[in-house]
């Protein structure tokens, strides 16, 4: 049993980090009553942490190339922990919402060390086995935040939702210290700071604007002056790429098929399965008036799904070629999230179950066979390049659709002229939404049955192969 504490310390906290995406929505109302705040303020209570999540990956991808990934998780350990406790203090809401933005530095900080410390830890079956179980948390954890959220929130407080970090993280770090082999940093040289102030402009100013262009609309100066500045901050970073001796991201990856396309999925993964989670919310608890634990609890096929499937999944899925998982969960999350346009305006929240169900699967056949493909997709001193790539793309992904969906949703709903109105306008929305989401699957589906390529048999040898490469 020994053997998987590093698996233990390493899954720990990467729930932790993906639950707390989620876990303050259904605590927004109780907090700014007690704040004395605005709903529409603390809405950035989950956008602060969202932005430093997608703007920070690839600097911290490549650091910990640098430094080593033991360490870079510990410290992002310690300042996840650290902030989660200024949280649960915040006397009002700017010092919420800037604590919220700590603990995404942190966040960001343990998010591109785990898969590389998976890698480093585990060989062969043992390896697969591992990919599993950590797809598992990461499938159940974007689902889990809201019941757990709502569980906490109305046991003992909003404030209780960070509290639970702190011996969580405590955990975490103690198993890190005692069972994770540390290692030296792969890369040596002048680091990219060029390239990696570019990217986390870039990443910032887009992941703003998108998130503003929900309240204040896409023709908003505020939202085309954010994008502009995402365009020249990236138009900046190819040059800089270019030039730097060791690059953030070696823009040659992207010539790779295999692992271009499956950063592409990792991006649509995100927007497909999980944005429209929002607006599901929105409907249980505003339309059916669910209280914030039962519409968690609504939710909740989609987290049992994916992790019966990730976890089973890894004992056998390494068996097959990685495409045909990665393809067709992506394309069950598709199909899935098509499933959930049966939601009418006389439904009840039993009309979810069919979708949710099969996008669960979806997650948990795609998720943990897709990280682990991309690593082997890559030389191992670029693991920690290749985790901060995709990981960034998923999270860029989630913004994304958040905002693309958001935009559709308000289109339908605000012509409603009354309570009347109300469910009508709303089944009418999320029809859009769920439109939307599930061709997103699909097409991502679609990308990596034509981008990741079968890879070739390996020649007979006295020792099998520990790690299929796959073909770029």
């Not at 056998?316 to 969960?329: A, D, K, M, T």
Request: hydrophobic share 55%.
């Amino acid at each position: 049993m020994r053997k998987w504490i590093p698996l233990a310390a390493i899954c720990l906290g990467a729930f932790m980090l993906l639950v707390d995406v989620s876990i303050v929505n259904v605590a927004l109302p109780p907090m700014a009553a007690d704040l004395h705040s605005s709903f529409t303020s603390l809405q950035w209570v989950v956008d602060s942490y969202a932005l430093m999540l997608a703007a920070l990956l690839m600097a911290f991808g490549s650091l910990g190339d640098r430094v080593g990934h033991r360490r870079l998780y510990l410290w992002g350990l310690a300042v996840f922990a650290a902030a989660s406790a200024g949280c649960a203090l915040a006397p009002d809401a700017g010092t919420l919402i800037a604590a919220r933005a700590v603990q995404g530095v942190g966040g960001a900080a343990m998010m591109t060390s785990t898969t590389a410390l998976l890698a480093g830890a585990y060989r062969g079956r043992e390896r697969a086995v591992a990919f599993g179980v950590w797809g598992a948390v990461n499938g159940a954890a974007a689902a889990v935040g809201p019941v757990l959220g709502g569980l906490l929130t109305d046991w003992s407080g909003w404030r209780a939702i960070f509290v639970v970090n702190l011996p969580v993280a405590a955990l975490a770090l103690v198993l890190t210290l005692a069972a994770v082999r540390p290692g030296a940093g792969a890369v040596r040289g002048r680091p990219d700071v060029p390239g990696a102030l570019a990217f986390t402009v870039f990443a910032t100013a887009l992941t703003y604007g998108l998130i503003e262009s929900g309240d204040r609309g896409w023709d908003s100066p505020v939202v085309l002056g954010a994008l502009a500045v995402a365009v020249l901050a990236g138009a900046a970073f190819v040059p800089a790429e270019l030039r730097a001796e060791h690059p953030l991201l070696d823009l040659a990856l992207l010539r790779n098929r295999a692992f271009l396309g499956l950063t592409l999925a990792g991006l649509l993964l995100t927007a497909g399965a999980f944005a429209q989670l929002t607006y599901t919310s929105l409907w249980l608890q505003q339309v059916l008036h669910l209280g914030p634990l039962a519409a968690g609890l609504a939710v909740c096929p989609l987290a049992v799904s994916a992790f019966v499937v990730a976890l089973v999944g890894g004992r056998v899925l390494h068996r097959v070629q990685p495409r045909l998982p990665i393809g067709i969960g992506l394309l069950l999350i598709g199909g899935g999230t098509l499933l959930l346009r049966l939601v009418s305006a006389g439904s009840t929240w039993t009309a979810l179950l069919p979708g949710l169900l099969v996008t669960g699967v979806g997650v948990g056949l795609s998720t943990p066979v897709l990280m682990s493909t991309a690593l082997a997709a890559v030389e191992p001193r670029r693991a920690g390049m290749a985790s901060g790539t995709v990981n960034t793309a998923r999270q860029l992904g989630y913004a994304l659709g958040i905002a693309l969906l958001g935009t559709v949703f308000q289109d339908r709903v605000k012509d409603a002229a009354g309570p009347a109105d109300l469910p009508a306008a709303f089944a009418a929305g999320l029809d859009d939404v769920y439109l939307a989401a599930g061709c997103t699957g699909l097409a991502a589906g679609l990308l990596v049955l034509a981008l990741v390529r079968p890879a070739a048999p390996a020649p007979a040898a006295p020792a099998p192969r520990e790690d299929a490469r796959v073909g770029g």
